[in-house]
């Protein structure tokens, strides 16, 4: 059972209260969903002690043929303004979420600015730890942190370490800042002009990729901050998810090589191995379930997992 704590749909918030937009593109994404949103809910249950107030916008697609859209129009709807569902013809994830981060529903550049996909979730006190970073960081334009790989009953299989975002590592490797622990000033999502529409795979790392050579300032959080789903079925994972890195790479000047971006790719590896990355971790958080119901969670998790 999902709970909308009453004080967080107060829109009466002080001046120093960092402010949060987390979007939600959804397309079909019956039962996790629920978990999605609980975990939203959770945070701003716990945005009591003044620090932060989090706006949930669901961007239903209405493509959506699942359950989705009814159990979203039964449990979000009441619990404006602080969960807003909209529907809409979108263009795919990214536009989807270029529609949540919207002028009309971002109402200051200094609004904190996050997305959430529909098989995710944030982990207890994730929020929090963001705001008091950006509160005490105003250099700081983008904050990111670890997370745990959950499988597709929702179960904790990997907890995995991020390193601090480096220019030559991400160009010639994987995207290693994963956007569901990702979280950017409204300001800097304007000055770069979103995402860019040629890509609906590997938009988020071609944004990262803009902003370090703008040099916007990177702040990697060592916490756990929120949990991704893997099923074997991602949308990273098709042939648009294969193609689109050759087609950033062209765009960025980035070897297609393997063996000419071998050298980054080993010292990312050599620095993930210096920081103990490479080592199990004992993890005690608390998830929902594809029902929205919290179960607490405790065990040594290996960085590696199977796909």
Not at 92 to 99: D, E, K, P, R
Not at 202 to 210: C, G, Q, S
Request: with cysteine.
């Amino acid at each position: 059972m999902i709970s909308f704590p009453a004080m967080s749909r107060s829109p009466c918030l002080p001046a120093s209260v960092q402010n949060f937009t987390i979007v939600t593109p959804v397309l079909d994404g019956w039962p996790r969903i629920c978990a999605t949103v609980a975990s939203v809910a959770a945070q701003n249950a716990d945005s009591g002690r003044g620090m932060f107030s989090a706006r949930h916008i669901i961007q239903l697609s209405s493509r959506s043929t699942d359950a989705s859209r009814e159990w979203l129009e039964k449990h979000v709807r009441a619990a404006a303004p602080c969960f807003t569902l909209r529907e809409a013809d979108d263009g795919g994830l990214y536009n989807a979420i270029a529609l949540g981060f919207a002028p009309s529903t971002v109402s200051s550049p200094r609004d904190i600015l996050g997305w959430l996909n529909s098989d995710e979730q944030y982990l207890p006190g994730a929020l929090e730890r963001v705001a008091h970073a950006f509160a005490t960081r105003p250099d700081i334009d983008i904050v990111f942190g670890d997370y745990l790989v959950l499988n597709a009953e929702g179960v904790p299989v990997s907890a995995r370490r991020a390193l601090p975002a480096r220019l030559w590592y991400l160009r010639n490797a994987t995207n290693y800042i994963f956007s569901c622990t990702t979280f950017f000033r409204r300001a800097l999502w304007e000055s770069l002009g979103g995402f860019n529409p040629t890509y609906r795979r590997v938009a988020d790392k071609e944004f990262y990729l803009r902003a370090l050579l703008r040099k916007a300032q990177f702040l990697h959080i060592p916490d756990y901050l929120a949990a991704y789903t893997t099923t074997g079925h991602n949308a990273s994972l098709d042939a648009a998810g294969r193609a689109e890195p050759m087609a950033l790479r062209t765009q960025f000047g980035i070897p297609q090589s393997p063996i000419r971006r071998s050298l980054p790719r080993l010292c990312r590896n050599l620095e993930k191995a210096l920081r103990g990355a490479y080592f199990p971790r004992r993890v005690q958080t608390t998830l929902f379930d594809n029902t929205g119901t919290p179960f607490p969670f405790a065990d040594r998790l290996s960085p590696f997992w199977k796909w």
